[in-house]
């Protein structure tokens, strides 16, 4: 019996392989290897899919992170209000730009709780800076970070690594910010052979600072006005993207609806609570997360592993304990309750494109045979 898997590259490779190898030998064949014709269409590609103006390609989501922050005029020691729940490139981007993380605790569903969010700008002048994290590919309430923003003249900066396809209200994640960054990393829903990442704006100025910075913050060639970083998507990764996945992203993304909606229609496991979005909330499913108790989540991952089913821990420390903080200048605004129960009893299990009726008929039966 095969088992059952988190992510199943050699089953994308499968189905994708033969266009990969198609667009590698096109970037070969053009003689031209950064920031080409290839980048180019990937990122107007990419823009029409996302619904925005701009987005450029850079080198990964963290660097995406870092330049959006630095582009929307991040200085050192401002103070931005994040989460502690999610992977640390989100606050090692604060922390590389110079900024201050600030955590407040999250919600039910694992994403930033608004009201703790809303309470801290009206009380706190000094955080202006919004730094949210679309996690599990859940989208936040994209009303009320558009109102947060007007009322509070909060410069908003999504994490939208993995999010795309995802939307509050029919309004896509990625558009209530002045920026927002994504990931190409592998295991995104729009993933590529390696590290990758862009920056997303309406605003042109915007997108002419970020490409100004991703390309050793030059004007022109030879010509530096900034202090930027290389930060380049390559060719043959824009060329991928375009040609292998961008094109199967929103049939890929379906088939995660797919999944979720089986698992959330036949999962009746009550000592595993499915962590679902809003309604109003049309996720992406980048990952199905779902939570037990704390002491038995050891014991609940070898149940699926001993059925050949495979499962992840997203996040199991938060990220203000991790040990590299300690050093580091950082704020924790009120309890991180919520955050900790998730991170010591979240489970992921199995939900990509590549999955089979029969991969979903037995991770569900594992899953209910649980005792």
Not at 74 to 91: N, R
Not at 99 to 128: H, Q, W, Y
Request: with cysteine; proline share 4%; hydrophobic share 40%.
């Amino acid at each position: 019996m095969h088992p059952v898997l988190l992510n199943d590259f050699k089953r994308q490779w499968a189905e994708i392989g033969s266009d990969v190898l198609r667009a590698v030998e096109k970037v070969g064949a053009s003689g031209w290897y950064v920031l080409g014709q290839e980048v180019r269409r990937f990122e107007t590609n990419l823009a029409s899919h996302w619904g925005v103006r701009e987005a450029i390609g850079v080198a990964s989501g963290l660097d995406a992170l870092e330049i959006a922050l630095r582009a929307a005029g991040l200085q050192p020691g401002d103070a931005v209000l994040t989460t502690p729940l999610s992977a640390f490139a989100t606050t090692l981007a604060i922390l590389r730009v110079g900024g201050t993380p600030v955590f407040c605790d999250t919600d039910d569903s694992g994403l930033m709780n608004l009201d703790l969010v809303e309470e801290i700008l009206r009380t706190d002048a000094k955080v202006r800076f919004l730094l949210p994290v679309h996690l599990f590919g859940q989208s936040l309430d994209l009303d009320r970070l558009a109102a947060l923003q007007s009322q509070y003249g909060t410069t908003i900066i999504e994490d939208c690594a993995q999010s795309i396809g995802a939307s509050w209200r029919g309004r896509a994640t990625g558009t209530v910010g002045r920026l927002a960054a994504t990931s190409f990393y592998p295991t995104k829903n729009l993933g590529a052979m390696g590290d990758g990442g862009a920056v997303l704006t309406n605003e042109a100025n915007l997108a002419d600072k970020v490409r100004q910075l991703r390309d050793y913050g030059q004007s022109a060639k030879y010509l530096h006005d900034e202090i930027g970083w290389n930060s380049r998507l390559d060719e043959v990764h824009a060329a991928i993207l375009s040609e292998a996945v961008l094109p199967r992203l929103s049939a890929w993304t379906a088939r995660r609806r797919q999944v979720a909606a089986a698992y959330t229609s036949r999962i009746q496991q009550r000592a595993v609570r499915l962590i679902r979005p809003n309604p109003a909330n049309a996720p992406c499913d980048h990952l199905f997360p779902v939570e037990v108790a704390a002491g038995q989540r050891s014991d609940f991952e070898g149940w699926l592993k001993s059925h050949s089913v495979g499962s992840g821990r997203h996040y199991p420390i938060l990220i203000p304990y991790q040990n590299a903080m300690a050093s580091a200048n950082h704020e924790v605004r009120g309890e991180l309750t919520v955050a900790r129960r998730l991170a010591d009893g979240e489970v992921s299990l199995p939900i990509h494109p590549q999955l089979s009726e029969e991969d979903v008929e037995r991770v569900i039966a594992a899953v209910n045979g649980w005792s």
